[in-house]
């Protein structure tokens, strides 16, 4: 599976965007991405994952460059509970696990 | 959403007894999977199963045992804790989502943290 790189950590302020950077240079065309967090050393949470177009559900939307080669994770409306670790992980279908790497620790603040 | 549950949730256990985490999920999914996580760190796969009967070791290696006897039922029992073996524990389950392709997302228990003495 390919590795990605994530910032280690981000501030945003409640109620604006989080905007989460992802770099997967070397991903596969068979290659998904996902993304989940992880709250205060609970069980990760799934997010949202795509292929190759943009993707949008009720948690926030995931942008993909056209090359595939990186990629974004949006929350519109950052909240106090937003505040968790964010894992970008790319990966094949048939894979067995994912690779969650260090990702990104978000906080949001009043 | 999935169903996946885990107990203990927590558990302090002396050196030198066996212990076994319970993991059940009731969403029917084939596949199951045990990672370990260390404070601060990243998940390590310790344990997986593709459905009953069927279990393989993870990239990390581990002094546990796992068992598939049921769909739902993915225990994993450790013969003698150690010190060593303290972490979090966490199971997850996966199946197809056939309205979005073949991209087999793994849903995660709340996870069971063990601390040997």
């Known amino acids: 599976d390919a590795k990605t790189t994530q910032p280690p950590s981000m501030d945003c302020a409640e109620g604006r965007a989080a905007n989460l950077p992802c770099n997967h240079s070397?991903?596969?065309?068979?290659?998904?991405v996902y993304w989940y967090r992880q709250i205060h050393s609970q069980g990760p949470q799934y997010i949202i994952h795509g292929l190759k177009n943009n993707e949008t559900n009720e948690m926030a939307s995931l942008i993909i460059t056209e090359d595939r080669k990186s990629s974004t994770l949006i929350l519109p409306h950052a909240t106090l509970r937003d505040t968790a670790v964010y894992y970008c992980i790319v990966r094949v279908v048939s894979g067995n696990q994912f690779y969650f790497g260090t990702g990104t620790s978000l906080t949001v603040i009043p | 959403e999935a169903d996946i549950y885990q107990t203990p949730r927590y558990l302090v256990i002396g050196t030198g007894k066996k212990i076994t985490l319970e993991c059940s999920q009731t969403?029917?999914?084939?596949?199951m999977y045990w990672y370990q996580q260390d404070p601060g760190m990243e998940l390590h796969l310790i344990h997986y199963s593709y459905g009953v009967n069927s279990t393989e070791k993870g990239d990390l290696s581990s002094e546990s045992t796992v068992s598939r006897i049921r769909t739902e039922h993915f225990p994993l029992t450790l013969e003698s804790a150690r010190p060593s073996h303290t972490s979090q524990y966490l199971c997850?389950?996966?199946?197809?989502?056939?309205?979005?392709?073949?991209?087999?997302?793994?849903?995660f228990g709340p996870g069971t943290r063990l601390t040997v003495l």
């Open positions: 997850a389950s996966s199946a197809y989502l056939p309205d979005q392709g073949p991209a087999d997302t793994q849903y």
């Open positions: 969403m029917g999914h084939d596949k």
């Open positions: 070397t991903i596969s065309g068979n290659e998904y």
